[in-house]
């Protein structure tokens, strides 16, 4: 088993953490910011929809299959605004957002021999391989799960009357 298959296989193993920490939210804590610039688990899982299929998913395949045609721009530092993320339905996004990336693990893994070194040039990003790609998802991942985390745990800071330094620190 390469590498690539180990971040592929923890890939998959992240859907189910993302189904497990997102999956119940009630509608409050999924709105919920602790800071009017941070987003909230809506923005979060509309962005990780998103990023599923516009870019690692389709930067991956395109790196394996046409590293000589330039990559298609993307702008998701303006999605939240400009595909209005805080009023898409939570559960909807969730849905999508597990939904493809059953698409991405299914498609991964169907692969026959991939040239994980194929690499892009790009003037923005410079010299990339499709591994590059591959482990950068994977990479995404462990940062928004943590971010999901650090909202979760502002609301219930917000929400309750206890101090929870008991817990440790955060």
């Keep these: 088993m ?25 509608l409050e804590l999924s709105n919920h910011k602790e800071d009017p610039k941070k987003w909230s688990l809506l923005e979060i899982v509309c962005h990780l929809a998103d990023e599923e299929v516009e870019d690692f998913r389709t930067r991956v395949k395109h790196t394996l299959e046409t590293p000589d045609l330039p990559l298609k721009s993307i702008s998701p530092q303006l ?3 400009s595909r209005k993320y805080s009023q898409q339905n939570y559960h909807e996004a969730v849905n999508r ?4 990336r059953r698409i991405s693990i299914n498609w991964l893994k169907g692969l026959i021999d ?4 194929n690499t892009i040039d ?4 410079g010299n990339l391989s499709a591994l590059d790609f591959l482990e950068n998802w994977l990479a995404h991942d462990y940062l ?14 917000r929400n309750t009357n206890g101090d929870l330094g008991y817990a440790g620190n955060w």
Excluded: C, M, Y
């Design 2 to 26: 390469g590498f690539s298959d180990v971040i592929v296989k923890e890939l998959g193993t992240n859907a189910l953490v993302f189904e497990s920490l997102l999956a119940s939210v009630p």
């Design 122 to 125: 790009n003037k923005d990003l």
């Design 79 to 81: 999605w939240p605004i």
């Design 144 to 157: 928004h799960i943590r971010q999901i985390n650090q909202v979760k745990r502002s609301f219930l800071a």
């Design 114 to 117: 991939p040239q994980w070194s």
């Design 97 to 100: 957002f597990l939904t493809e």
